[in-house]
């Protein structure tokens, strides 16, 4: 489907309305970010044939404006004219003659269904009040999706036709309303909530690959070298599967992925099909780095930068019945951090790159303070401003990237450079790519840990693939794709990391955990629902492989629930938990699954993985509280929405795109769940403060959902 913005034609039969008089229409398909959806189960059609009417009502509750309107529509390839008219209402009833009509012509040959966007100018001016959206089509059998869950409580689907004799009259049930967004600062949406947004091309059948582990024997914990080098490569915004691992994504990563590091490292090691982290960059490293989720005191990062994120198509701060709680950005001082407690254990430690949970309120939370020996690039800022290092006076550098640590790797490529990496000639004397600084960065740091005595532990965090997505030119090329180059920058990494290792003689002693901060945001993360920043898989699982030869069986792939809480007491067990942090200062809220590494056929229960969002963040995030558990052998996930006051549930095992809302038939997979959500909100601890959404009217906290 194309983005042409088509011509229009514009009626100016009501052109006797001065106001709006002149203004015109202007058909498009909506970009990828405005489209919409609903779930099939809670959805209908309704066809508007040649002189039939549909249209939606509209309650606006504060003067502004609307600049159009996006619908889903389907059968456009039958569409001639589409008329959109703006009328006051009175109940169901369009009343008075239209404040606004405009006609433009659809495109033909459009198959499918089609998010259509209605751009309006100049934008409509409204006072408060009851309005209605008409639709009318010539030549047509263009259908409109209906929401029959009653998406927009303030208005209904309306229909004019011969079954209701020529007069107006609510259609398709009370609760049923067009599928439709409005453009412009008045807010009306019948498919607010994030977890209804759905891209159609989510229902594209889908077919999981089921690996097969090989036979192996698995060594005893107290047979394996304890105080192994650990290095976790943390990439940014790396979709589930954006990597071409099939034993990590089951097969359902697009070919543009091609990363032949990580699939030797998956060959040679474990992957995980199902491990989690928060939905965004912070809160995942925070929670990497504290062992705790964001309701512990010290760690308390729900969300980038603040919990009150209105706009962009979510719900207004003045439509929205609470307020997001305050939150930090930074780790307290005060947390022990993972490097901290490693260090305790013997380790030597660095970070690289991209950091974000330091620095916003003093520099006691940045990497050098908070127990890193070494720290390379990080800092407060959460993304790259620039991918490629640029000229500044004799030198280069890499403009505005942290604190100019990675300037001494900003020279351009250098044949000698080339010639090691086995990079292509066609680079020579260009700008250094951010993704090789950093290798660069790691070469330095790993070639002074191994000649020392201790262990190390070496945070590896890319920029890549956080926006803005350039890709090394040689890499876009090859892939045919800026993103899917870029991701190719991160297997380059891979590479020079387990050639370096080999170097330096430390592979067999050292454990890697390749993995993201949440899910994929510059594409699909098909067969998954939604991306970075939602609640839905989409948003919150992530790749990740472990590699330790000799230690974790190669080839083979788990489904064990893992979450970024469990990689602290995870190191910990492997370092052989000769210090621990007091848990009455400092408890961790993971679970090691050190004993997966060496048996992933192993049998374990880990609790329920649980998250706590008590704000706004635009189309993406309302407060929710969430949990992922494994009931009878198969895997739930119950969600309590607190705007709505309402629960959904699906099975993971056999819905992997959280399609079918299981709440009203499995009530007894919910009711426990809940009461565990309660026990996981409620535990005692001093550390253990949960942000809830705050009363709008009092300030008081909400609480924890109810019990069902
Ligand atoms: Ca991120």
């Known amino acids: 489907m194309n983005k042409h913005v088509f011509p229009i034609l514009v009626t100016l039969a009501f052109a006797f309305l001065q106001v709006h008089a002149g203004a015109e229409i202007r058909l498009s398909v909506a970009d990828e970010n405005e489209q919409l959806s609903v779930n099939p189960r809670k959805a209908g059609w309704t066809k508007v044939s040649t002189g039939n009417q549909k249209g939606q009502t509209i309650a606006v509750n504060k003067s502004g404006t609307i600049k159009g309107v996006v619908l889903l529509v389907a059968d456009v390839e039958a569409a001639g004219e589409l008329t959109i008219s703006l ?5 169901d009833r369009p009343e008075d003659d239209a404040i606004f009509s405009g006609s433009a012509q659809l495109p033909g040959g459009l198959k499918g269904e089609a998010s259509l966007r209605v751009d309006i100018d100049p934008p409509l001016k409204l006072t408060k009040g009851s309005y209605a959206l008409v639709l009318s089509s010539k030549n047509s059998n263009l259908r409109f999706r209906l929401n029959s869950a009653n998406g927009y409580p303030g208005g209904r689907a309306i229909r004019k036709n011969s079954s209701s004799k020529g007069e107006w009259t609510g259609a398709a049930g009370s609760g049923s309303d067009l599928v439709f967004r409005l453009l412009g600062d008045i807010e009306a949406n019948s498919v607010s909530d ?14 999981l690959i089921q690996h097969e582990n090989p036979e192996f024997t698995p060594l005893p914990f107290a047979k394996i070298r304890r105080q192994p080098n650990i290095v976790t490569v943390m990439v940014d915004d790396l979709g589930w599967n954006q990597i071409g691992v099939t034993q990590t994504t089951m097969g359902t990563h697009p070919k543009i992925y091609r990363t032949p590091n990580l699939a030797k490292l998956a060959a040679g090691g474990l992957s995980f ?20 989720y964001p309701a512990r005191i010290h760690n308390d990062v729900y969300v980038v930068g603040n919990l009150n994120r209105h706009g962009r198509g979510g719900i207004s701060r003045e439509k929205s019945k609470f307020l997001g709680p305050k939150q930090t950005e930074d780790v307290a001082a005060a947390a022990i951090t993972v490097a901290e407690a490693l260090k305790q254990n013997g380790y030597a430690t660095a970070h690289i790159g991209k950091y974000h949970v330091g620095g916003h309120g003093g520099d006691e939370t940045l990497p050098e303070n908070v127990g890193f020996d070494i720290n390379i690039g990080g800092f407060t800022q959460g993304h790259q401003p620039v991918c490629f290092a640029s000229k500044n006076g004799d030198g280069w550098e890499f403009r505005k990237l942290g604190r100019g640590h990675f300037d001494r790797f900003a020279a351009p490529y250098t044949e000698e450079y080339l010639t090691k990496h086995g990079f ?91 993995t993201s901060d949440n ?60 210090w621990t942090p007091p848990t009455k200062k400092h408890p961790l809220d993971g679970e090691s699954f050190a004993d997966v590494l060496l048996n992933p056929n192993l049998e374990r229960n880990r609790e329920p993985i649980f998250y706590l969002f008590p704000g706004y963040m635009d189309s993406r995030a309302q407060p929710t509280v ?59 601890h001093p550390t253990w403060k949960p942000k809830y959404p705050l009363h709008k009217a009092t300030g008081e906290p909400a609480g924890p959902p109810p019990l069902l």
């Open 273 to 292: 099909t199902h491990a989690y982290a928060q939905p965004n960059c912070a809160p995942t490293r925070a929670a990497m780095l504290s062992g705790q």
């Open 519 to 578: 899910g994929g945001t510059h594409k699909d993360n098909l067969p998954l629902r939604g991306k970075k920043g939602m609640l839905t898989e989409g948003g919150v699982r992530v790749p990740l492989i472990a590699y330790w030869p000799g230690v974790i069986p190669a080839n083979t792939v788990t489904d064990h629930l893992v979450h970024t809480v469990d990689y602290y007491p995870t190191y910990l067990k492997l370092a052989g938990d000769r």
């Open 194 to 207: 994030s977890a209804e947004m759905m891209p159609r091309s989510e229902r594209a059948p889908i077919k």
């Open 87 to 91: 009328f006051s209402a009175n109940g």
């Open 626 to 684: 969430v949990a992922i558990d494994e009931i009878e052998g198969q895997r739930y996930k119950l969600l309590y929405f607190y705007e709505a006051d309402a629960w959904q549930l699906y099975n993971l095992s056999d819905d992997i795109g959280e399609k079918t809302d299981l709440i009203k038939t499995h009530t007894s997979v919910a009711a426990p769940l809940s009461r565990k959500i309660r026990a996981w909100l409620s535990q005692q």
């Open 424 to 514: 292509p000639n066609s680079l020579l004397g260009t700008p250094k790519h951010v993704s090789d600084a950093l290798s660069d960065a790691m070469e330095e740091t790993i070639g002074k840990f191994a000649t020392g005595k201790k262990p190390f532990y070496l945070q590896l965090h890319p920029y890549a693939v956080h926006g803005p997505v350039r890709s090394r030119p040689d890499l876009k090329t090859a892939t045919g794709d800026e993103l899917a180059g870029f991701v190719a920058s991160i297997d380059l990494i891979i590479g020079r990391l387990q050639k370096l290792l080999k170097a330096t003689g430390t592979t067999d002693n050292t454990l890697i955990l390749f």
